[in-house]
């Protein structure tokens, strides 16, 4: 089992930045692909990054340019580096992990998920 604990959320305003990050237990982080989605109230969760275990890495159009996704194997954690936000991305962002390694968009693959992180982006 592993757990996925986020932070770094915030309030920040409009072309503002904010770095989450997602703390990982276990000893076979680096075996896994990591992603970032988020999710608005009343909308479908949505992929913004993912890394995978070999850090290739791959963002949702939206975000392309201004977000970045790192990770540090070493420390079992994943970042998202966020530039330029924008109010309509205040949601809950959330950190999962998919066993397999390779990544992807679809939020079905992910095995494990964390809690969540609010962002929230005024104008």
């Known amino acids: 089992q592993v757990q996925l604990v986020e932070s770094g959320g915030g309030l920040v305003q409009a072309g503002g930045s904010l770095r989450l990050s997602c703390a990982a237990s276990?000893?076979?982080?680096?075996?896994?692909?990591m992603a970032w989605f988020r999710q608005a109230p009343g909308k479908e969760r949505e992929f913004v990054a993912t890394?995978?275990?070999?850090?290739?890495?791959g963002y949702a159009n939206s975000v392309k340019g201004r977000f970045g996704i790192s990770r540090d194997n070493a420390k079992s954690t994943v970042y998202l580096q966020m530039n330029g936000l924008k109010p309509e991305e205040t949601a809950v962002y959330y950190c999962?992990?998919?066993?397999?390694?390779?990544?992807?968009?679809?939020?079905?693959?992910?095995?494990?998920w964390g809690q969540g992180t609010q962002v929230t982006v005024s104008s």
């Open positions: 890394i995978s275990s070999g850090a290739t890495t």
């Open positions: 999962a992990a998919d066993r397999s390694g390779q990544g992807t968009s679809l939020p079905s693959r992910y095995d494990y």
């Open positions: 276990g000893r076979t982080f680096s075996s896994y692909a």
